[in-house]
């Protein structure tokens, strides 16, 4: 069984710990990526999951991990309580609450440097405890109480449909609203306060560019796209779409050197698809959600998160009009 660990675990939890607290047992799982159970019995039990980063120098590369942990981090850290704020002095009584909270996060063990290294962790906490038995796989369970009868564990029950047949009409209306707050609340501090969007916000909305070229040293030659173009020539089936693949990243990358238009750019997620939001259910009905992953957060269009959106999660064509 693979071993689990981070280094200086209490540091990076210190914050949320508080000074009379700390770590007496760490349980450490697989969790589709590397997860953490953490846990204070003298105070409470803390279930969380740990993103690192991967493996493999290669991977590393292609998903661009000086840019991309960064932004993530900085969603949670800086960007979401800058919103809330806001909210909050306009008198806004529905404070944005559709992130996972943050128990602490680090780009590297020395901390007196940005650079992002294997010690690079970001905590959240576990949207999925206690979830009932077939949550994961994409059954809309019902909401039953706040504490799982069995552990007496805050339940929080959040799951991901089944991506091969998307979201109904009243989930996606529940992702729609919760984007459109997404995508307003930053456009209003840009309007009524620029100095803030520009010193808290902007700053940690760097673009995501998969590396075109390989690396210097030759040794290999893989990046994105020609791994995509390779799984492709594998099949035969999917051969005659390759050169309208390839048109299709020569046009991301256009798109990519293309600056925003003003007014309207905002912050956007970059990749809203189904395993990236998590419906939460009462009475078989959604009504609370969660966007994680924001690793390719950017501004540009909050069209960007929408585009896609009622062609590729929305299976049900009945209702692709009513959006």
Partial sequence: MTEYKIRNLEEVL???????KKIEHVAATAFGQKGENYGNHNEE?????????????????????????KNEIAMYDTITPTLQEFQREHGVKDIIDYLPDMYGARLNLDGKNEIVDEDAVLILENLTVSVQCGARSGA????????????????QGY???????????????????????????PLAIKLKKPDVFEKKIKPYLA??????D?????????????????????????????????RIFEGAKEASKTPPKEPFAT???????????????????????????FQVCDYKSPGSDLFFFPV????????RGEL
């Fill in 14 to 20: 210190a914050k949320y710990l508080g000074p009379d």
């Fill in 159 to 185: 799951v991901n449909v089944d991506r091969h047949i998307g979201f109904n009409l009243e989930e996606a209306e529940l992702i729609l609203k919760n984007l459109a707050t997404f995508h307003s609340v």
């Fill in 312 to 319: 590729l999660k929305c299976p049900e064509k009945s209702f």
């Fill in 45 to 69: 039990e803390l279930h969380g999951v740990a993103k690192t980063i991967p493996d493999n120098e290669i991977s590393r590369k292609i998903f661009n991990i000086q840019v991309t942990c």
């Fill in 214 to 246: 390989p690396p210097p040293n030759g040794e290999n030659k893989e990046t994105m796209t020609t791994v995509i173009l390779e799984i492709f020539q594998d099949s035969y089936k999917c051969i005659p779409y390759i050169p309208k693949l390839k």
């Fill in 267 to 293: 912050v956007t997620h970059g990749d809203t698809w189904v395993n990236n939001i998590m419906l939460k259910f009462k009475n078989n009905k959604p009504f609370k959600l969660k966007f994680v992953d």
């Fill in 140 to 155: 809309r369970p019902k909401f039953k109480e706040d504490k799982d009868e069995f552990s007496g564990v805050p339940w």
């Fill in 207 to 212: 673009p995501f560019i998969p590396p075109d």
